[in-house]
């Protein structure tokens, strides 16, 4: 039996995967001085006018040297830089008021000086989500290629958002395609309040793609996103449910995507937005959005809505009732729609703030009812790999179905992440004993 899974889940099988984080993948981020000279004399310039001076002060044949200088030692780890260098310099505008004119190549360089690179990934690559990939073309018959979600952590324990691909074939074998050497943030497209537009290069590959958090609410880290392929009236639409954390608070977002190339983020309403660890179901239920939530800290709720904005408080529908989740229950993704019903993998916290992998099973067409629930933990953190950035934790942000399997990611002491094959029928079976 693979490390990660119960004596008691003779159904689960865990793949030789392991994602972990790479300290290597970078992106660039604004550089924004320390300490402003004004504040200590307010007369005085800031330190950004007195970097730009000092910048457009050089020769032109300086000015040209250090330019090419800086793009030969960055250029091979970033795409297209000389346009990203023009973005932050766009930015930079106030600080060249008090000069009349400047060439290409100053505002190039004035645009590197305020750009910083920040390894995403550095510390955790961890709590994954997945959902089928929008292009299956060139997909062997019987296999499933997937889009995998990872929370990456950097310095200062700062969450963004990442991505790969893979595919899930017709008898289990779960391969991931090799994460891209570059990696880049988007463009922000359009912006009103916290509600935002982000645009990729459709030419990026999808592990390229980085969403670092943007708004004040997101300061300290877009965390945790459970991705939901959700359908109505014959259109998909990939929506993300994820806590925006300041620093000091918190409160859930929503992502909806249609390409994996352009992203709307929004946050969301209601009393139950307050919190975190919501998933959303991946269709209406009786001509109603339907969210698992839990406002309450410790037991899983029910809301109804009809706006996919909007959620006020539901009805508990599990509470802890075994000794590994007695902390606290929560979900691990959106819900996955069988046959016989509703099938939520679950999370619980046991002694020692153990965390252990589950699920429940809920009626098809009243999910209030539970119709069957997992006793004792199908994923629980293995002795040789419960050391990590936070011990003893198994935990994931939502699996996948296809055929009569599920495809389970899932993260190992917030540090890195794998995957595992789990066959539903027996899973079913020890569910409904």
Known sequence: MPDGALPSAPFFNRQALHLRPDPSRVVVRPFRPAVEPRDLNPLDKTRANHIVDRVLAMTPDETDALLAETLRNFDDRHRNLPAIFERRAAEMEDAFTAHESFSQAQRQLVGAYFLHEYSFEAAALFNPSIVPHPDQSGVAEGCRRFILSLRAVGEGHISSLTFRSGILAADGTVTIDPPARLAATPVVTA???DRLEL?????????????????????NGIEDARFVAFQDEGQTTYYATFTAY???????????????????LAPLKGAAARNKGMALFPRKIGGRYAMIARHDNESLHLILSDSVHEWGLGEVIVKPKYPWEFVQIGNCGSPIEL???WLLFTHGVGPVRHYSIGAVLLDKHDPSRVLGRSRKPLVQPATAERHGYVPNVVYSCGAMKHGERILLPYAISDAFSTVATIKIATLLDQLQA
């Open 246 to 264: 300041s620093g000091s608070s918190i409160r859930s977002e929503l992502l909806e995507t249609r390409d994996f190339v352009t992203f709307h």
């Open 191 to 193: 912006r009103v309040g």
């Open 339 to 341: 046959d016989e019903g």
């Open 199 to 219: 645009g990729f290069d459709p030419a990026s590959d999808i592990a390229e793609r980085v969403i670092f958090p943007v708004t004040e609410m997101q300061a």
